[in-house]
Nanobody, 115 residues
């Protein structure tokens, strides 16, 4: 069973930056595409960014140009660099490992953007 542990959330002012980390319990990046999602209160979970096995990245329009997904194979860790944060980015952020027949989720980390 793969375990994913997110970290790096917190309170940040509008315009600020945060970097989220997602540590996997084993080396899965050659098998699973990795993604970051978020869920704000009363809203559906939203896919933000994906990095594929082949290192192709894709972003939701809402974060394109502000967020960057990357991974470090040696550390079994995926990152989400978030810049120019807005109050509407406030949500619980989740890491996901996905392949066609199976996926795993982390427990989430809270990001709050407020002055």
């Amino acid at each position: 069973q793969v375990q994913l542990v997110e970290s790096g959330g917190g309170l940040v002012q509008p315009g600020g930056s945060l970097r989220l980390s997602c540590a996997a319990s084993e080396n899965i990046f050659s098998i699973y595409a990795m993604g970051w999602y978020r869920q704000a209160p009363g809203k559906q979970r939203e896919l933000l960014a994906v990095i594929t096995v082949g290192l192709t990245t894709n972003y939701a329009d809402s974060v394109k140009g502000r967020f960057t997904i990357s991974r470090d194979n040696a550390k079994n860790t995926v990152y989400l660099q978030m810049n120019s944060l807005k109050p509407e980015d406030t949500a619980v952020y989740y890491c996901n490992a996905d392949k066609p027949d199976l996926d795993y989720w982390g427990q989430g980390t809270q990001v709050t953007v407020s002055s």
